[in-house]
């Protein structure tokens, strides 16, 4: 069965425009890459049928979603989407539960390899099931939305820095399962993120998202080798003492000189180097000492 | 029954065909007033607050002359079901609709505008179509807006006088409310009975707003399950 996602057009915003013209195969896991504000959540907008004002052409499977006029498009309700959003949006005065449930009694397709009781036991929320949404952490929340994308049973699957908001443990943990379940359900997967190495486990190809724009399309591992050799060379080493570290918050507190800045530490520390060194131009150096603070 | 007893019967009735009625006609108007970007929204949110300052008597009066028999409307509606809309239960509760249009929009808008577009897009993104967004997302979400819209228009309509006077009169049985009772209690220098039924007022006003501030300051029950 084909699983072509077209998208050709653009969305125009007062400082931002999103040019697409992109026709992949999800038959492997696709990872979409880019700083803030290149376009990649509304990138899954438009997909979603989330964004009225794109112009231009959506299909996927070969069924057309959105062709330009609006009133010939298929509504997001009719999509099949698992989205999971940043922030989690869950349902506000419902319980987990009963966010579960509005995503199961919805569901299109009942038959699946994982079933609701796997899901809550491994995605930790059994503790929680009759917790109010309100209440839950922002780890939690987006557990929950995971949830439920999964159990909308979908035939295309849309994250969105959906592990963001949880601990590193936890989010080790849920990759894990997601390399498991994601081949084993067989839902094609669009995944955005900021993770050099959650994009290096979850996708297969990779896009990468620049102002709007396709700037690289391929296989993840050799778009991110690619990446991390462009910014080793570029990097300008500079020695920084590690300060102090939060795990719970994955940052660090690091001494340049006189300075003192705060990053934020990826969950591996094989990548800390690379994310360091494009997130705040700081250069191979810190590697020993921040080992030897974090072990 | 009694002069008084059918009064407090006839306010009972109009204040809650008014409230009922208003439900489902608000509903659409206060959703689009709180979703709506459109330049003529301000327009429509202004006229919907008229009667909140405008005198009774001027819209009893306008009332009258919109719906009187000799009026365009007034003359269809005496064409379809043979009664008139001035001086009749069914000409109040026309007046009273609008009358009270802003106790049960204003809260109802409120509501709705706190229903964040975010949450009604996951709701579609996990297949629901937009009548069920509408039944299990948002009316959840603005069960206050409807107590408070209801209790506010049932009270309001209760006490409702100057444009009662003006469009219904004072028919007993027909458009004798306990406002316009009590008047003519006081004109007749009955006090004792203007005494029962205005304490009876009091007392049922107050009521009507400790119920609103009781609950609309607290949470709904977590839907479960």
């Known amino acids: 069965m084909s699983r072509q996602l077209i998208i050709k057009g653009s969305l125009r915003r007062a400082r931002f425009t999103l040019d697409l013209d992109l026709d992949v195969d ?9 700083a ?15 964004e009225r004002d794109f112009s231009g052409r ?63 036991e491994a995605l930790d929320l059994n503790h929680l099931l009759s917790e109010p949404a309100e209440v839950l952490s922002g780890g939690e929340r987006q557990r929950v939305a995971l949830a439920r994308a999964l ?10 820095e959906p592990l963001a908001a949880n601990d590193a443990d936890h989010r080790q943990q849920l990759i894990g399962y997601l390399a498991e379940w994601l081949p084993a359900e067989g839902i094609p997967l669009v995944y955005v993120s900021h993770a050099a190495h959650e994009l290096a486990q979850l996708t297969r190809q990779l896009i990468v998202l620049e102002r709007g724009s396709v700037t690289a399309q391929g296989e993840t591992h050799v778009l991110l080798e690619a990446q991390s050799e462009a910014i080793d060379s570029v990097a300008r080493p500079v020695a920084a003492v590690v300060m102090s570290t939060d795990v719970e918050h994955s940052t660090a507190t690091l001494q340049l000189d006189d300075d003192v800045a705060e990053a934020v530490l990826p969950g591996e520390r094989v990548l800390l180097q690379r994310e360091l060194t494009e997130d705040s131009g700081l250069g191979p150096a810190l590697q020993p000492q921040s080992d030897e603070n974090e072990g | 029954m009694s002069g008084d007893l059918q009064a407090v019967w006839l306010t009972a009735l109009l204040a ?61 509606w005496i064409e379809l079901t043979g009664d008139s ?10 007046a009273s609709i609008i009358y009270s249009l802003p106790f049960m929009v204003q809260p109802l808008q409120a509501a709705f505008r706190a229903v964040p577009e975010s949450v009604l897009e996951a709701a579609a993104t ?34 409702e006088f100057g444009v009662v006077l003006m469009m219904g009169g004072n028919i007993p049985g027909e458009t004798r409310v306990l406002s316009i009772a009590i008047y003519e209690h006081v004109e ?3 006090y004792d009975a203007a005494h029962v039924l205005a304490l009876g007022l009091l007392g049922f006003s107050f009521l009507s707003l400790w119920l609103v501030y009781r609950y609309a300051g607290h949470r709904f029950e977590v839907v479960r399950g």
């Open chain 1, 151 to 160: 159990l909308a049973r979908p035939r295309l699957l849309l994250l969105d």
């Open chain 2, 16 to 76: 809650a065909t008014t409230t009922l009625l208003l439900v489902p006609l608000a509903s659409p108007l206060a959703w689009w007033l709180a979703r709506s970007t459109s330049p003529s929204r301000s327009v429509i949110e202004a006229v919907v607050a008229m009667p909140l300052v405008l005198p009774p008597t001027v819209l009893g009066f306008y009332l009258l002359v919109m719906l009187n028999p000799e009026s365009a409307v007034g003359s269809l």
């Open chain 2, 126 to 159: 996990l297949g629901a179509p937009p009548r069920d967004r509408w039944l299990n997302v948002v009316l959840p979400m603005a069960k206050r807006g409807y107590l408070t819209g209801c209790v506010l228009t049932f009270a309001h309509t209760v006490g």
């Open chain 1, 26 to 34: 999800l038959s492997k896991p696709l990872g979409i890459l880019g």
């Open chain 2, 188 to 190: 007749t220098l009955n």
């Open chain 1, 58 to 120: 959506v299909e996927f499977c070969g069924e057309v979603w959105h062709d330009g006029d609006h009133f010939d498009r298929v509504p997001t309700h009719q999509r099949g989407l698992g989205v999971v959003f940043q922030d989690g949006r869950l349902l506000p005065g419902r319980t987990v539960e009963s966010n579960l449930a509005f995503a199961q009694q919805r569901a299109r397709n009942v038959n699946a390899a994982v079933s609701y009781e796997a899901l809550t």
């Open chain 1, 36 to 50: 803030t504000g290149a376009g990649k959540t509304t990138l899954l907008r438009v997909i979603a049928g989330l």
């Open chain 2, 85 to 94: 809309l001035t001086f009749s239960f069914s000409g109040l509760v026309i």
